[in-house]
């Protein structure tokens, strides 16, 4: 089955500990992108990759990182996490930047609380 | 300043009524997107428009790339049509609207 899967699905975290979510996709996707959504604010892109080795900065990229080593994952790093990183995360990926063919196939999404 | 902006914010809809969802956009853009978030939070990509209209079984998505706007109209609507619809749209930047939360009742 095609899919994205994102993991850990939920994540309980304090302020400063470094965490990483998974994010890997079986479709061969050249573009990959992370999102965050926030209530009354809607989803802002993170970081976004248009192949391996090639990464992005999205709209809110502050205190995150990636990295695109290989095609199929694309990790979203939290270096020192602050409460302000409490949010719904979803990675997706595509064809193509625009996903012109096929949309874009979103991951099931990771809910992150910082305390 | 919201580069995309969608209406109505909320809706409610009998069993079979034909539904309106309206996005409003203030950039340039390449493409636009309709997206569909359950209830349980996964989203689901439905419609990718650069130009005129496009069907999907009971959902159709119109662009007027003029007016800078689009549609997405659901005929005959369902309970399980209730779902947030996010409009998309890719230009240099993603910008997403903020959703429009729709229930169907039975």
């Known amino acids: 089955e095609a899919q994205v899967t994102q993991n850990p699905r939920y994540l309980i975290t304090v302020t400063g500990k470094k965490l990483t979510v998974t994010c890997s996709q079986n479709?061969?996707?050249?573009?990959m992108s992370w999102y965050r959504q926030d209530p009354g604010l809607g989803l802002r892109q993170i970081y976004y990759?248009?192949?391996?080795?090639?990464?992005d900065k999205g709209d809110v990229p502050e205190g995150y990182k990636v990295s695109r080593k290989e095609k199929r994952n694309f990790p979203l790093i939290l270096e020192s996490p602050s409460p302000n990183q409490t949010s719904l995360y979803f990675c997706?990926?595509?064809?193509?930047?625009?996903?012109?063919?096929?949309?874009?196939?979103f991951g099931s999404g990771t809910r992150l609380t910082v305390v | 300043k919201n580069e995309v902006e969608q209406s109505p914010q909320n809706l409610t809809a009998q069993e079979g009524e034909f539904i309106t969802i309206n996005c409003s956009y203030s950039?340039?853009?390449?493409?636009l997107h309709w997206l569909q978030q359950h209830p349980g939070g996964g989203i689901v990509s439905l419609f990718m428009?650069?130009?005129g209209k496009k069907k999907h079984g009971r959902l159709i998505a119109t662009i007027n790339i003029q007016e800078k706007h689009s549609s997405l109209h659901i005929t005959a609507s369902h309970p399980r049509d209730s779902a947030v619809y996010i409009c998309?749209?890719?230009?240099?930047?993603?910008?997403f609207g903020t959703g429009t939360s729709l229930t169907v009742i039975p």
């Open positions: 997706a990926s595509s064809r193509d930047q625009l996903g012109q063919v096929g949309g874009y196939t």
């Open positions: 479709m061969n996707h050249e573009y």
């Open positions: 990759s248009m192949n391996v080795e090639v990464t």
């Open positions: 950039v340039g853009i390449s493409a």
């Open positions: 428009l650069s130009s």
């Open positions: 998309a749209v890719a230009g240099n930047q993603f910008y």
